[in-house]
């Protein structure tokens, strides 16, 4: 992933020069990196509902981790 952007910078830089004009088709190729995760996502959700959901994941950790520190 880190050597990504520098293999498709140029066509990138391309793309989203010309995705300002709708009738290039440009428009359809203008994306972001995005990780594996995306594969997973069904949903579209409000950013703070991601950060909550982020928030109690880490609680849950870290009380499963809290736990087995304990036995």
């Not at 088709?25 to 950013?47: C, D, H, I, T, W």
Request: net charge negative; aromatic share 6%.
């Amino acid at each position: 992933m880190p050597l990504q952007p520098m293999l498709v910078d140029d066509a990138i830089r391309r793309i989203d020069r010309a995705a300002h004009n709708d009738d290039t088709g440009a428009a359809r190729l203008a994306n972001y990196f995005v990780g594996q995760v995306v594969g997973s996502m069904n949903e579209s959700k409000p950013a703070a509902r991601v950060v909550y959901e982020m928030v109690e994941e880490f609680i849950e950790a870290t009380e499963r981790l809290g736990s087995l520190l304990e036995e």
